[in-house]
């Protein structure tokens, strides 16, 4: 295995590792506040639909994303009425947006399109590949130049983003008042009503934050990542994003490791079919299966215990 | 006095949940340019005014009784079972190894078998998840929804590399032998001719899925066992104060779910493909999320849900035969179902008490 093979898998590594990155993200934010997020996957999944057939329709890839976001959004706003309003089971409410995107896509997809439930492919209207400066000078310094050239440059905006979305979400959530306000309401959210704020709208605000980053996930996918949507294209990635914030204990640096091991396995799964290691012979099914399996290790806890936000998953309900 | 009575929580809420649910769906359906009204008929047509078409929504119901059981039991305790899907895999493998490996003389035999094949598979692929939120406090939705992801990809496997005929192209086993075959509802109520039921997948296994129905309102509502599980789901401090480990009942309580899911895999695999294929759970593991909120987690309760969504799938296969309204059609409604019976409860629930405080105070 030589060094370009090597930046090939690492370099596909961070482009499969963004959307996993976005969503964890998003959960972060939701279950920092109390509000546990089963519905990544449905909320991704929407957006990607959208942002592919508003992509295709308007010619242009920023109209998609937005249009994706919106449609992230309202996701949000359904489990944020399901769960804050009316204090129903944020789990259930999870399992039930992810049914709607998944059934909701290939229908209008079919509506629209009527290509098996898919979008049109995307000539133009796509997130191409930015070359940084000096990505093709450098190419042949030693080492060092392939590896800008190759892993650094040439990834779409929204790869960069992302990755720039994690000092942010630090920041915000370790460095402003509504980020202490934001973890407070996740811990102890009698204490954080008792200081006079309101409760359901800073988990409003965190779940609209988690609905933004979705929409950038699902609008990846769809219009970065692939040329178009197909049905059920997030294909669980909302629940390994899920996997990866535990793995991560709800803090955004490890966030960004979780996210990357997941898309390190998800590259080496993709490149390789059968691996065999002479004695023998690693099904590719194996491979497929590996990021569920770690997930499965890790959350039996053999890295350590990861001890979630203390409110997350319970509604809260005033004192009178 | 701050309740309402019980057959307004039974009955009248789930109803108008389904009911909001309902007009969703036909906003859904005038949405993409058909008439609900001419789709509703089309669909009760098409699963109801026909024996055939019973017999297509008698088959379905089969698979979600199973799934929802597996759901409810599992809620009595407290658990979120979202991995019915993943076990009635499993369950499917079983009988299919049941099947094809042990010389069964009558399919009476072999049904007993392949029953204990499909609930201990079924049961054990739940036991892992149950193990670790059980000892590790590792949350039993994500290990559940990853146990799927898994089941789905052992199946592949096993198919691929191990049951596929030599020469055969498709990911499936070969037929079962002649023995194992379940008989159908036509064998059963028209001796094997006549139009009754012809050419629906309705099988004997719809009984195994009644009797099942009332096994476990044996135990929920009947035993020791069922009232412990109940106790756990109600108060975890209380049970564990009156002597309960929760340890062992969710143990338990997962095993039982795991292994009423794993029942599912006779109905698909040995009653109507008579071999095993990939894929072969369609779904119904979560559509038993649905059908346990729908029914109250009561098993009676189940049966009508199943039935309901027995006819929905049958009737969504007729649209997607005869009009433009696509198949997931049949999701988009399980989804706003779930949502609203589950999720959204309360927004039909305080209204409700609170018309029916404003009648108490007046009578």
């Given amino acids: 295995m030589d060094l370009m093979t090597i930046l090939q898998i690492l370099d596909s590594t961070v482009r499969l590792g963004t959307p996993l990155l976005l969503m964890c993200l998003a959960g972060l934010f939701s279950e920092r506040a109390g509000v546990v997020d089963i519905g990544l996957e449905g909320k991704a999944l929407a957006a990607a639909f959208f942002s592919a057939a508003f992509a295709y329709y308007s010619g242009s890839v920023w109209v998609g994303m937005l249009v994706g976001i919106v449609a992230a959004i309202c996701f949000s706003l359904i489990h944020g009425v399901a769960s804050i309003t009316f204090r129903g089971n944020q789990l259930i409410s999870g399992v039930a947006l992810n049914f709607l995107a998944s059934g909701l896509t290939v229908l209008v997809a079919q509506t629209w399109f009527a290509q098996g439930g898919r979008t049109p492919t995307l000539e133009n209207a796509r997130f191409s590949g930015i070359p940084l400066p000096g990505a093709e000078a450098l190419r042949d310094v030693p080492v060092l130049g392939p590896i800008y050239a190759e892993l650094i440059s040439g990834h779409s905006i929204l790869v960069y983003v992302a990755f720039l979305l994690v000092p942010l979400s630090w920041w915000v959530l370790y460095r402003t008042r509504f980020g202490l306000r934001l973890r407070a309401v996740g811990e102890n959210p009698a204490a954080v009503d008792t200081a006079g704020i309101s409760v359901v709208r800073l988990r409003f605000a965190a779940i609209l934050i988690a609905g933004v980053l979705c929409g950038l996930a699902g609008s990846y996918l769809a219009t970065g990542l692939q040329a178009g949507f197909t049905r059920e294209m997030t294909a669980g990635r909302g629940y390994i994003a899920l996997a990866a914030l535990i793995f991560a204990k709800w803090r955004p640096w490890y966030c960004l490791s979780a996210t990357m091991l997941f898309g390190l396995l998800q590259a080496v799964a993709l490149r390789y079919q059968n691996i065999d290691l002479g004695a023998f012979v690693i099904p590719v099914q194996f491979m497929n299966a590996l990021p569920y399996i770690l997930t499965i290790v890790i959350l039996a806890g053999f890295v350590g215990a990861a001890i979630p936000p203390r409110a997350s998953g319970d509604p809260y309900v005033k004192e009178r | ?363």
């Avoid at chain 2, 001419?38 to 078409?53: P, T």
Wanted: glycine residues 10%; proline residues 4%.
């Fill in chain 2, 1 to 363: 006095m701050d309740r309402m009575p019980v057959w307004a929580d039974v009955v009248l809420i789930p109803l108008i949940s389904l009911l909001l649910a309902a007009a969703l769906s036909a906003v859904a359906i005038w949405a993409i340019g058909e008439n609900p009204w001419d789709a509703f008929a089309l669909m009760v047509d098409g699963a109801l005014m026909r024996s055939s078409g019973w017999g297509y929504t008698l088959y379905y119901a089969t698979n979600f009784i199973f799934c929802g059981l597996a759901v409810s039991v599992a809620f009595h305790a407290k658990l979120f079972n979202i991995g019915g899907e993943g076990q009635a895999v499993i369950g499917s493998l079983g009988v299919a190894l049941c099947c094809l490996y042990i010389p069964w003389p009558h399919w009476t035999i072999a049904l007993l078998g392949s029953t204990v094949f499909a609930a201990l598979f079924g049961a054990l692929w739940a036991l892992i998840p149950a193990y670790l939120q059980a000892a590790r406090g590792s949350h039993i939705v994500i290990t559940t929804i990853m146990f799927n992801f898994i089941a789905a990809a052992l199946l592949n496997y096993v198919l691929v590399n191990h049951l596929r005929p030599v020469g055969a192209m498709e990911p499936a086993s070969a037929t079962f032998p002649e023995a194992t075959h379940l008989p159908n509802f036509r064998d059963i109520f028209a001796g094997g001719e006549g139009v009754l039921f012809r050419g629906s997948p309705a099988n004997v296994t719809f009984f195994v899925a009644l009797a099942a129905c009332l096994l476990v309102w044996l135990l929920i509502w009947r035993t020791k066992l069922g009232y412990e599980i109940r106790s756990q789901g109600y108060s975890e401090s209380g049970a564990k104060y009156a002597g309960i480990s929760p340890f062992r009942i969710i143990i338990v309580a997962m095993l039982i779910s795991g292994g009423l899911a794993g029942l599912m895999g006779i109905n698909v695999t040995q009653g109507e493909a008579e071999r095993l294929i990939l894929n072969s759970a369609e779904g119904a593991g979560f559509i038993g999320i649905a059908v346990a909120l729908m029914g109250r987690n009561h098993p009676f309760g189940v049966l009508l849900a199943s039935i309901l969504f027995g006819f929905l799938y049958q009737g969504g296969a007729e649209l997607a035969m005869w009009t433009s309204i696509p198949r997931e059609l049949i999701v988009v409604i399980q989804a706003l179902v779930i949502l609203f019976t589950g999720a959204l409860d309360n927004m039909v629930r305080w209204p409700l008490e609170r018309v029916f405080m404003a009648m108490r105070q007046e009578g």
